[in-house]
């Protein structure tokens, strides 16, 4: 069983990358960091608490992380997301799962005096600023697998991923800190469509919680159908905990990856040198391929057994 560190910033696909490393046996979820990114900080924590308390969670503490990218403005997605940065089902009451206490930076070493895999699902804010504030808790990220960038065009910019768009700074401070790096970008993300059958399986689960899921997901539609074009929306961050979980459902290769930070026009696109044009030695795992029914099925064991907790 791995122990999994989720840094996000929920976010509809974030809620749901939170119930399956929450749930699933092959992880065990120690912390749950928030990062701006979707919505502003504060929105983002309050939502992964509010997904925690949902699957009736009260273990795993929920600490807030950068309000702000390194050095640019934050661009947040409330056109993908909404005003709450999870728009849907709406909620009244306070979410049981309380703030921690300690700052995401002062969990994070707490966290990392053993070793632990790290999910990134928003911005690499964090992670950038733990690698020089906190070197010695970095050197026992065991990995890094971050939910960003893309192998061909982007979703927030011509050829720019949001995650690495938001964050270019961050973004290229991690890829090149030498740790272990796996990027699950577009080019497989899109492939994790929540399509009708998806839904109707969701349904068919019949819990409060998969009931909210839907709801999440059916507004999650509505941005992308109206802003994409998509029929159905890519149910993006979980690929990364997939990956975990079990490798053999995200398929990925070795490969040079950079992001671009200085472009005119390109900024937080991800460079990755699929056909060895550039010489330059992989430092990177890449994914390109997914195992769509063993990814569903994950998901939706994770709702089912938070279900019945
Ligand atoms: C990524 O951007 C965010 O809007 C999603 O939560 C996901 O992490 C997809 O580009
Ligand atoms: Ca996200």
Redesign the pocket.
Known sequence: VRPLILD???????ALAILLAVADPAVDLLAVTTVA??QTVGKCTLNARRVLSLAGVTTVPVARGADRPLVRPLRI?DD??GGTGLDGPTFTDVPSVPESPSSAQELLVDVLRNPATIVA??ALTNIARLLTEAPDAAANITEIVW??GSTDRG??APLA???AYVDPEAADVVVRSGIPFTMCG?NV?HQALVTDDVLARLARIGSPLAQVCGEWMTFFASTYRELFGFESP?L??PVAVARVIDPAIVHCVEANLVVETEGRWTAGATVVDLDGYTGRPPNALVAVGLDRDAFWDRILDAVTTLSVC
């Open positions: 996000c910033d929920p976010g509809h696909d974030d990114g979707n997605a993908v997301h699902t928003g939910m960003g979703n927030i991923e949001a995650n577009l993300t890519p993006h961050d």
